[in-house]
């Protein structure tokens, strides 16, 4: 069977569907051949000496594993000369990174988490990319641009998507017009389209949590996680399965995929009340690509692509998959916290 490349459906989606510009599409082809970079980097494993920690810490006080740091680097330097871009925002860098000057500027601004699920590395368990792109704001247009131009909701971005680096790579993609999902071939160094539109099953059955947070969790999550393990006999009259990747890439990855619920709720911890996951880089692509896909995406009672972020490394409680699992889980905090 033969497939249509990452670069086909692009140029069609800008040709006849008019549903990506010329510069985005060019800047999202050279996002995904930064993630070829980093898979085969991710792939080198012990061998390419990239396992293990440096010892630094970044902006949110968590140790930067060499992988971090090395994948933020392949996505800086790949994104700064193309002209598509003014400037860059990522997990591993506190403050935002415009392009130098000694390059053309472009009207768009990119936010990435180079490497997602970083506990997993040295597990050889599956790691990922998140991206989101965004425009810069028209009142921007004549000056350099400043974080405040990256504050804009959900709703404004213009493409996201993942790489996995798993059994094998794949990058899941959204430019508003439905998800679809390409395999990399190695050998040819082209993304293939193999998931063509893809839907994520309305109800289903299987939850994604960190059961160990159980204590800290507020009221409605307790609630949804206590009834869904009560089975057939409980108030949800259905068994439910549970997994738990700890990379949010191949979480949202199987939900896509197969259905499910996964949830990073704001919990009582001092550090977790406004949520673990950051806002800009790893909910909003994601919950772009989720609703594309016929799911949903809260914070909790809220839609996320609706927040309005104060800032880039914003964290924010996620509940994402399934339509009518999230829709349940928003209707228990409505319940305790009218909208
Ligand atoms: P990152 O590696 O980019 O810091 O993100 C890790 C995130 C996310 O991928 C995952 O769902 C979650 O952290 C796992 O957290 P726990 O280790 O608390 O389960
Ligand atoms: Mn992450
Ligand atoms: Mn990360």
């Given at each position: 069977?033969?497939?249509?490349?990452?670069?086909?459906?692009?140029?069609?989606?800008?040709r006849e569907h008019k549903s990506v510009s010329a510069d985005v599409r060019l800047l999202i082809e050279t996002v995904s051949r930064a993630c070829k970079a980093i898979s085969t980097t991710v792939h080198k494993g012990a061998l390419g000496g990239v396992l293990g920690s440096l010892g630094t810490e970044n902006v949110q006080g968590e140790i930067q594993k060499k992988l971090d740091v090395l994948s933020n680097e392949i996505l800086l330097e790949a994104n700064e000369w193309g002209g598509s871009l003014a400037a860059m925002a990522s997990e591993e860098m506190e403050t935002i990174h415009p392009i130098p000057n000694e390059y053309p500027k472009g009207q768009n601004l990119l936010l990435f988490d180079p490497l997602d699920g970083s506990s997993n590395i040295?597990?050889?368990?599956?790691?990922?990319?998140?991206?989101?792109?965004?425009?810069?704001?028209?009142?921007?247009?004549?000056?350099?641009?400043?974080?405040?131009?990256?504050?804009?909701p959900g709703t404004r971005q213009v493409a996201a998507g993942y790489a996995v680096y798993g059994p094998q790579t794949m990058l899941v993609l959204?430019?508003?017009?439905?998800?679809?999902?390409?395999?990399l071939d190695s050998e040819m160094g082209s993304?293939?389209?193999?998931?063509?539109?893809?839907?994520?099953?309305?109800?289903?059955?299987?939850?994604?949590i960190n059961m160990s947070n159980m204590r800290h969790w507020e009221a409605p999550v307790k609630r949804y996680i206590d009834e869904c393990l009560q089975g057939e006999s409980?108030?949800?009259g259905k068994n439910y399965n549970m997994r738990w990747i700890a990379s949010m890439v191949a979480d949202v990855h199987r939900i896509l995929n197969r259905g499910g619920i996964f949830m990073y709720p704001r919990d009582s911890r001092p550090s977790g009340h406004k949520g673990k996951l950051r806002l800009m880089y790893e909910a909003n692509p994601m919950s772009f690509l989720v609703e594309q896909a016929g799911g949903r995406a809260i914070d909790g009672t809220k839609r996320i692509l609706d927040i309005q972020p104060q800032?880039?490394?914003?964290?924010?409680?996620?509940?994402?998959?399934?339509?009518a699992e999230v829709e349940r889980v928003q209707a228990y905090h409505q319940a305790v916290t009218p909208a």
């Open positions: 069977m033969k497939h249509k490349t990452l670069t086909q459906y692009l140029v069609e989606q800008q040295d597990v050889n368990v599956s790691i990922g990319t998140i991206f989101s792109i965004l425009q810069v704001p028209a009142d921007a247009a004549g000056r350099d641009v400043t974080e405040a131009d990256f504050l804009q959204t430019v508003g017009a439905g998800v679809m999902g390409f395999t993304w293939l389209l193999t998931h063509e539109n893809i839907r994520i099953p309305e109800q289903t059955a299987e939850f994604a409980g108030p949800l800032a880039v490394h914003e964290r924010t409680g996620v509940i994402l998959g399934s339509r």
